[in-house]
């Protein structure tokens, strides 16, 4: 990983000068061949944010991921810093070691042209992509869930030594500006007219103006927000949605954490369950005849196992692991007082829970009424469809918001889902 950093100004890469510009990369010789004349170069970022480049060459292929100084959505006029590709680098690294084995393997990063080299995950596709579909991943909720588990869990006070993670707080303090992002496109635009929102007009028209004049929404989305920016807990992915999420039937890999930072451990928890909703009230969009009756059962049953996954995961790792400043054990197990540290346990997941249900609504809003869409709605052609689709998930979405304290478990959340998907 020390091999040639590019000197000179950034300059985004093309398909066709990527071989001549990349091909002193030792990491990339190794692994896509050294006659770099044989390279075959594409193209394929469908994100909002980079270039995502597949290069295949006599001995395999890589991925090489650069980032661009603008929103590539929005046009150059949205200034973005390139030093987010620095972030998502340092956040692979520790989710790796903290959970290893579920993001892509790491084999170069060049800080200058904000580009990292890492595993081309062939085969894979995005969740998003084959929730769309229809398609049933069996060992979804039974990785996600611990993923979520060990790196939240061992990125915080509960784990790490406390000079450590002052430090890696420090660090990731740096990444104001997609926390910035954050902090406008999910949990403020949605919530008034502002200049980037849209929404599938004029079906929507009616309830986005009442949400936005609903003062008790409004004010308890600030309360999350305040947590948001306040909360700072934990390393987060930050951007944990189904299009952040590589499958196959066999394996799941977790991608793009360039949005992470230290925020609430729910915040991952809640737009990850909040995003598989979305699937979930989307899914009448694709129906024929009850054609995803099944789809639905299976998505709740993910929603659930997620939970029920990390819940297991994270009480192991209390039990087994908690070695930070919080809750130690001299406090408890060294005074005989265990079941002091189980309730402990159960208010801390009963706590996450809780905000993850307000953050699932918030995620919700923000996908229907703000700038950044899901493909779940956006690919539904019907726009009547889509907006009764996206309707009753506005409305489900509020009720998390409001009610998230009086949501007891995940079962009760999924009866609610089911019924505003009926409604
Ligand atoms: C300006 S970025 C818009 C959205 O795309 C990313 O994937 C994040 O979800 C962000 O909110
Ligand atoms: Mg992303």
């Not at 949605?241 to 729910?266: L, N, Q, R, W």
Request: glycine share 8%; aromatic share 10%.
């Amino acid at each position: 990983m020390t091999d040639m950093q590019h000197s000179g100004p950034f300059e985004a890469l093309t398909a066709e000068a990527l071989p001549a510009r990349l091909g002193g990369v030792a990491a990339l010789r190794e692994r896509a061949g050294s006659d770099i004349s044989r390279w075959n170069v594409r193209e394929v970022g469908d994100g909002n944010l980079n270039l995502v480049f597949i290069v295949k060459g006599d001995r395999g292929s890589v991925v090489v991921k650069q980032a661009l100084p603008y929103f590539r959505l929005a046009g150059e006029s949205w200034p973005l810093s390139l030093r987010r590709t620095f972030f998502e680098y340092q956040a692979l690294m520790r989710q790796e070691k903290r959970a290893p084995g579920t993001v892509p393997a790491v084999f170069h990063f060049d800080e200058r042209q904000a580009f990292i080299v890492m595993e081309h995950l062939e085969g894979y596709v995005t969740l998003r992509k084959a929730l769309i579909a229809g398609q049933q991943l069996p060992r979804i909720a039974e990785d996600i869930g611990p993923f979520m588990a060990r790196t939240l869990f061992r990125g915080s006070d509960l784990y790490m030594a406390a000079h450590e993670r002052k430090a890696d707080l420090a660090l990731f303090a740096g990444n104001a500006d997609l926390c910035n992002i954050t902090e406008n496109l999910v949990f403020s635009d949605p919530y008034f007219v502002a200049p980037h929102n849209r929404h599938t007009a004029p079906q929507l028209d009616c309830l986005a103006a009442s949400l936005r004049a609903d003062s008790k929404l409004k004010a308890e989305t600030q309360r999350l927000k305040q947590s948001f920016v306040t909360k700072a807990e934990t390393l987060v992915h930050g951007d944990l949605h189904t299009g952040s999420i590589m499958v196959t039937a066999g394996s799941t890999k977790v991608i793009d954490p360039e949005f992470a930072f230290y925020g609430p451990m729910a915040f991952d928890v809640g737009t990850l369950i909040g995003d598989f909703w979305m699937s979930l009230f989307s899914q009448r969009g694709y129906e024929q005849g009850g054609s995803r009756a099944d789809m639905r059962r299976y998505l709740l049953a993910v929603v659930a196992n997620i939970w029920a996954s990390f819940c297991n995961e994270f009480s192991r790792l209390w039990h087994e692991e908690r070695s930070g400043v919080l809750f130690h054990r001299s406090l408890f197990e060294d005074q005989r007082d265990a079941q002091g540290a189980d309730e402990a346990l159960d208010q801390t997941l009963r706590s996450i829970w809780e905000e993850a249900l307000g953050f699932a609504g918030i995620t919700m809003h923000r996908r229907i009424l703000g700038l950044a869409h899901n493909a779940d709605f956006e690919l539904i052609e019907d726009r009547d469809l889509r907006a009764q689709c996206e309707e009753r998930t506005l409305r489900f979405g509020r009720d998390l918001v409001l009610n998230r304290t009086r949501i007891q478990s995940v079962d009760q959340a999924n009866t609610l889902a089911e019924e505003f998907d009926r409604s």
